[in-house]
């Protein structure tokens, strides 16, 4: 039966009304014909207070004069206000725009989506999305209409204000208050004890820089720089410091990427930008930090003293759950007194959001942090599986699970890549479950790749053709101008991670060990990984007999590091081609060093040297150049190749140096690095003392070579 417009208009309006007395959200499927759901959301429209400027359409949908924008436009919508969405997910589900776009919809809003006759969406999203249908309001074109939701009562949806004393007329929660009075003590306090805000969407994290901004201009003036991923990020800091200072009568001009309130100035650089040239800043704040490599964080940093950083732990790239773990660990190394403040109060909707628990609840956002710690654990109280889908989807809170870890090793990782698991069939899952409880320690996703056809592989040696889903073997048959690792089998370990508790156990490598004997007994010629190389990491792969291949020349944008590819063959027609690889990287990283990555970290290039396993012999001649120059004679800048050659020959013995003679002989030889940076990694006095040390690290080299032999 086909349901009476006016029917449907009635229930809409009273859900409208509910949406706005409660300050919530609903989220809204229609499942019918297209011509059917444009006529229904046409009708609403036009029977509501809404401008234009209030609604977004995604999707190729005809609705009035509203224009219809690409799915993955929505990435670009943050710090603005929506009033009602339209997303078409009949043929598309991009889960991290839609998480994205949604964040925008205040309180009082409804998100409509629509999933036609003709969907075409992969049968496991189908499947995903129908655990969650209980928690929308479905209305089908051709049955009754839903129950209407139960009326938000004013107690629960406030209940967190009205503990509060008195808030100021700017303040929205006391965690925004909080979040102020701590951004302004990063100012007025010590420095060097930087601030990490952490929020959900929608909680004002962005505001409350925007109000500690205009509130610290009052009385002084300041120079205060504000970077993110995109400019497009800060729209909504500077909207706030701008409205702020209008409010408390303080003169305020607004240009492109500058804000002056009251003779102070805030400016927006992009993160590279303030790395590259040094800028004198009272206050620098960094948002959406999450989405920035550590690496480069870390920079900043070193380089300004009172820092505040600002991320979403649900953001609309990556979670940010993996950034507040791990950066947090690294930012204590160099700023052991750092702060940190969590803003758990919704302010652009209520608490309770209907719309918020059904994109938690697909999207597998709530992630909790486990409190247990476990001691001590052997092999046999693990049980390593191999998940299938059809497991996933009918446990949610086993999904849950695997995605919560996933997230907190790896910053980036996103809804969409579990949307890719449930959808791609050359993606698995494996799992480390204890026996016991049944937690899960740990996780890893391996894709299979390879087993490409000789006029493809062609194709793709010459740069033609670039297949998705295959990115070791494409790499290596182009790097390596072989066919047999592009027709061979592969399977690459996408992510592994380890719940933290149960880390340095040994327990990721005995995950590896297994998978390594599954995927040997089920014939698949080699194992690959592809990460970003860091000193640990190297170490971590190297102690598994994995081999490098090949360092990438431009940095991961998730990782900020270059990124190392790295095998390990298990059947014999994989170990004859794996010689070939050996020899590139051992050929290729050395005279790399001079050029692309010679201001690689010392300790990374130490890592990574450790994969290569060079005998040059060294002429008699050079032995006695190098003797010479150890003892006092010669200069470095004269005998520069000969102390290359004897390094790259050296290289065991390289790694028991100490500290200074490492950073010494690997930056000013084998990176080529000028005397002024080799001083300055180095941390000695001068020329005279940097001279001193590293005739005596060359000296220690050569006893010990003359006592091996």
Not at 397 to 410: G, K
Request: hydrophobic share 40%; charged share 20%.
């Amino acid at each position: 039966m086909d349901l009476p417009m006016p029917q449907v208009l009635s229930f809409l309006k009273t859900v409208s009304a509910y949406a706005a007395s409660g300050f919530i959200r609903y989220p809204i499927l229609l499942e019918g014909s297209i011509g059917w759901s444009e006529e229904i959301i046409k009708e609403y429209i036009a029977h509501s207070e809404y401008l234009d400027s209030d609604i977004e359409v995604y999707g190729n949908l005809s609705i009035g004069e509203l224009p219809s924008l690409e799915m993955k436009t929505a990435l670009k919508k943050l710090g603005q206000e929506t009033h009602c969405l339209v997303i078409d997910i009949s043929h598309e589900f991009n889960a991290n725009a839609i998480n994205a776009v949604c964040g925008t919809l205040v309180g009082g809003g409804l998100v409509f989506f629509i999933r036609s006759e003709d969907s075409s969406l992969h049968r496991n999203i189908e499947r995903w999305l129908t655990h969650f249908k209980k928690q929308m309001l479905v209305i089908s074109e051709n049955a009754p209409l839903p129950l209407l939701p139960q009326v938000p009562t004013e107690k629960k949806l406030t209940s967190s204000f009205t503990q509060t004393d008195k808030l100021d007329e700017l303040y929205r929660s006391i965690d925004q208050k909080h979040a102020v009075l701590s951004i302004q003590r990063v100012i007025t306090g010590h420095a060097k004890r930087p601030l990490i805000i952490t929020a959900d969407r929608g909680r004002g994290k962005s505001s409350a820089i925007g109000i500690a901004i205009a509130e610290l201009v009052r009385d002084k003036k300041l120079v205060i720089g504000i970077t993110a991923p995109l400019r497009v990020n800060i729209n909504e800091v500077f909207g706030h410091a701008a409205s702020v200072a209008k409010k408390l009568g303080m003169p305020f001009k607004q240009e492109k990427n500058t804000l002056t309130i009251n003779g102070s100035t805030v400016t927006y650089f992009a993160p590279d930008e303030l790395i590259r040239d040094s800028y004198s800043l009272d206050l620098l704040c960094i948002d959406e930090a999450a989405a920035i490599p550590a690496p480069m964080l870390l920079a900043l940093t070193e380089r300004y003293s009172r820092l505040v950083f600002s991320t979403t732990i649900n953001g609309y790239e990556g979670t940010g759950r993996g950034f507040e773990i791990k950066f947090k660990k690294q930012l204590a190394l160099l700023r052991p007194n750092f702060h940190s403040v969590e803003m758990i109060q919704p302010i652009r909707w209520s608490e309770l959001d209907p719309l918020e628990n059904w994109l938690s609840s697909v999207f597998l956002l709530d992630h909790k942090v486990s409190s247990n710690k476990q001691l001590d654990i052997s092999r046999e109280d693990v049980e390593f599986v191999r998940l299938n889908v059809s497991d996933l989807l009918t446990d949610p809170e086993l999904a849950q699970s695997i995605f919560s870890l996933l997230v907190s090793a790896h910053y980036q990782t996103s809804p969409n890549d579990w949307l890719a698991l449930l959808s791609d069939p050359s993606l698995f899952c494996w799992a480390g479950i204890d026996k016991s409880s049944r937690n899960v320690l740990t996780c890893a996703l391996v894709s299979l790749e390879g087993q490409l056809d000789n006029e493809l592989i062609a194709d793709i040696q010459v740069g033609k053709r670039r297949p998705r889903g295959h990115l070791v073997p494409v790499s290596l048959t182009q790097t390596l101008c072989i066919n047999e690792p592009a027709q061979q089998s592969c399977i690459r370990i996408m992510r592994i991670a380890v719940e933290q508790h149960y880390q340095r156990m040994h327990l990721g490598s005995k995950f590896i060990e297994y998978i390594k004997a599954f995927y040997c007994d089920l014939g698949i010629d080699y194992l690959s990984t592809s990460f970003g190389s860091t000193p640990g990491l190297n170490e971590f792969w190297l102690s598994l007999d994995f081999s490098f291949m090949r360092l990438g020349i431009s940095k991961d944008k998730a990782s900020g590091s270059h990124s190392l590819l790295a095998v390990l063959p298990l059947s014999k027609n994989a170990i004859e081609w794996l010689p070939l690889g050996k020899d590139y990287f051992a050929m290729a990283l050395p005279e790399q060093l001079l050029s692309v990555f010679n201001e690689l970290d010392v300790s990374e290039v130490l890592s990574l040297l450790k994969g290569i396993d060079t005998k040059q012999p060294l002429a008699d001649v050079m032995i006695k150049r190098i003797e010479m120059y150890s003892n006092g004679g010669l200069g470095v800048e004269m005998i520069q190749y000969e102390l290359r050659h004897f390094l790259l020959s050296s290289i065991s013995l390289l790694l028991t140096l100490n500290a200074t003679h490492q950073v010494l002989v690997v930056s000013k030889i084998l990176q080529l690095q000028d005397w002024k940076t080799s001083i300055s990694l180095s941390k000695v006095s001068g020329r005279g003392e940097a001279e001193t040390e590293m005739r005596s690290a060359i000296r220690i080299l050569l006893c010990n070579l003359h006592c091996k032999s």
